[in-house]
């Protein structure tokens, strides 16, 4: 207790030239914004989105990476990988459930000379929690509502936590003080969440009248079931860097953490759509960099 591993994995390679990697142990989940470090990135917190989609960014699973080569200047990533689902963090693996995530990336093949370089890339995550109770609440009609859990047998909310992603960046070397940078990502889905917010809800373990234990889901009380929203945000960056010493950045953030609702209809802080826009710079220095 009080120490958390980050990270903590072996990478093996599979076929010649790395063209098949396996990788086995606690990282981050495959996608662009999650898998950008702090050190690289360019405001100091990842997307609302992000965080709410791929919470703790890492997770306990295995992951396999293909590169194939289809011609001299075209080679695109595939990952697909199996994980816990519950983070390695704030929460333990109590259930069968695994998490599908997959994502492939493509550079388009401009020449190395071309003062245009673009990727594009797209991903898919299915997973959830299991729903132990006969009933949970969903958005109907921009309301918040009862309803009966159709699922069935040991898979009940399977399904509950997806979504679809895509993504796209892109390098113009156009201005003669540096390159300028276009990114970002639109990410739509649902997600089991807790009844009064939309924080992520998990799985965890109780002890029964008798002694052992049993699944619940937190929060999962018959008063407040997990509460199923569909969720949508995006990103956008325009960063332009001036020489190699110093970079300027701009970001819009969208998340709306239910998109059954709108106006009126929203009366609590789990429910809203919040817009962020944010600035700032970084300045290199040497092998150091501030981000302000």
Same mark, same amino acid.
């Given at each position: 207790?009080?120490?958390?591993?980050?990270?903590?994995?072996?990478?093996?390679?599979?076929?010649?030239?790395?063209?098949?990697?396996?990788?086995?142990?606690?990282?981050?989940?495959?996608?662009?914004?999650?898998?950008?470090?702090?050190?690289?990135?360019?405001?100091?917190?990842?997307?609302?989105?992000?965080?709410?989609?791929? *919470?703790?960014?890492? +997770? &306990? !699973?295995?992951? #396999?990476?293909?590169?194939?080569?289809?011609?001299? /200047?075209? @080679?695109?990533?595939?990952?697909?990988?199996?994980?816990?689902?519950?983070?390695?963090?704030?929460?333990?693996?109590?259930?069968?459930?695994?998490?599908?995530?997959?994502?492939?990336?493509?550079?388009?093949?401009?020449?190395?000379?071309? *003062?245009?370089?673009? +990727? &594009? !890339?797209?991903? #898919?995550?299915?997973?959830?929690?299991?729903?132990? /109770?006969? @009933?949970?609440?969903?958005?109907?009609?921009?309301?918040?509502?009862?309803?009966?859990?159709?699922?069935?047998?040991?898979?009940?909310?399977?399904?509950?936590?997806?979504?679809?992603?895509?993504?796209?960046?892109?390098?113009?070397?156009?201005?003669?003080?540096?390159?300028?940078?276009?990114?970002?990502?639109?990410?739509?889905?649902?997600?089991? /969440?807790?009844?009064?917010?939309?924080?992520?809800?998990?799985?965890?373990?109780?002890?029964?009248?008798?002694?052992?234990?049993?699944?619940?889901?937190?929060?999962?009380?018959?008063?407040?079931?997990?509460?199923?929203?569909?969720?949508?945000?995006?990103?956008?960056?325009?960063?332009?860097?001036?020489?190699?010493?110093?970079?300027?950045?701009?970001?819009?953030?969208?998340?709306?953490?239910?998109?059954?609702?709108?106006?009126?209809?929203?009366?609590?802080?789990?429910?809203?759509?919040?817009?962020?826009?944010?600035?700032?710079?970084?300045?290199?220095?040497?092998?150091?960099?501030?981000?302000?």
């Amino acid at each position: 207790r009080g120490v958390v591993i980050k990270d903590a994995y072996a990478d093996f390679g599979l076929l010649p030239d790395n063209e098949l990697n396996i990788t086995v142990g606690a990282f981050n989940r495959p996608n662009y914004e999650v898998e950008l470090s702090s050190s690289n990135r360019e405001s100091t917190e990842r997307s609302q989105v992000t965080r709410a989609f791929y *919470p703790e960014e890492r +997770d &306990l !699973g295995l992951m #396999f990476t293909y590169y194939p080569t289809l011609t001299e /200047t075209f @080679s695109p990533k595939l990952q697909v990988g199996l994980f816990n689902g519950a983070g390695i963090v704030s929460a333990s693996e109590t259930d069968a459930f695994k998490d599908l995530i997959a994502r492939l990336t493509v550079a388009l093949p401009f020449s190395s000379e071309s *003062p245009i370089q673009m +990727d &594009l !890339g797209a991903s #898919f995550y299915s997973g959830g929690i299991p729903v132990t /109770t006969d @009933s949970l609440l969903e958005t109907v009609d921009g309301k918040t509502k009862l309803v009966f859990n159709e699922a069935t047998g040991d898979w009940r909310g399977w399904g509950n936590r997806s979504n679809f992603n895509v993504e796209g960046q892109l390098f113009l070397d156009i201005l003669p003080i540096g390159g300028t940078i276009i990114k970002g990502e639109v990410m739509t889905g649902s997600r089991p /969440t807790a009844a009064v917010a939309a924080t992520a809800a998990s799985a965890g373990v109780t002890k029964g009248s008798d002694g052992k234990d049993s699944l619940r889901v937190l929060p999962g009380t018959a008063a407040k079931p997990v509460q199923v929203r569909n969720q949508m945000g995006y990103y956008g960056y325009l960063i332009q860097n001036i020489g190699s010493v110093a970079q300027l950045a701009l970001k819009y953030d969208s998340f709306d953490r239910n998109t059954g609702m709108e106006g009126a209809q929203v009366t609590a802080s789990g429910d809203l759509k919040v817009n962020v826009l944010g600035f700032g710079g970084s300045l290199f220095v040497g092998n150091m960099r501030f981000t302000a």
